[in-house]
């Protein structure tokens, strides 16, 4: 079974732009810009007998704490200074978060992110999938 919760987010961020390289690589990202990001998280894992994978709000919680409160209207370069804060580096960041939190909070449980998509427009979003989030403890 999967859970998904999604949110949003307005950030500003750059992409690297010190050599001509760099601005030649990540062309007009490399610019100061913003965007309404899309975030959308997805844990997979057994229905309890509660009838949840786990509650909603469990995951609102989590990310408001961890992603929403940090990112929120501001710039993702300061929040993240060693990281190319690309859609696909954001996705991973996230996920690994989330999977070590579920690690920690459910040591008893087996559950996975099992993807996490960030939307920089309508048309443009990165998706972290399992493989590219640190799989989950083995002592499940
Ligand atoms: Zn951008």
Redesign the pocket.
């Known amino acids: 079974m999967i859970i998904s919760k999604k949110f949003t987010l307005e950030c500003a961020?750059q992409?690297p732009h010190s050599t001509p390289e760099e601005c030649e690589t990540y062309g007009k990202?490399s610019r100061l810009?913003g965007?309404s990001y899309k975030v959308h998280l997805k844990v997979r894992g057994d229905t309890c007998a509660d009838g949840w994978v786990l509650n909603f709000s469990t995951v609102s919680d989590w990310a408001k704490e961890n992603i929403e409160n940090k990112c929120d209207h501001y710039f993702l370069n300061d929040v993240y200074p060693d990281m190319i804060t690309t859609a696909e580096n954001l996705a991973t960041l996230w996920g690994k978060m989330l999977q070590e939190w579920l690690n920690s909070t459910y040591p008893d449980r087996k559950l996975y992110v099992q993807e996490v998509e960030v939307w920089?427009t309508e048309k443009c979003r990165a998706i972290a999938t399992q493989e590219d989030i640190t799989p989950p403890s083995t002592n499940v």
């Open positions: 961020h992409l990202c810009h965007h920089e």
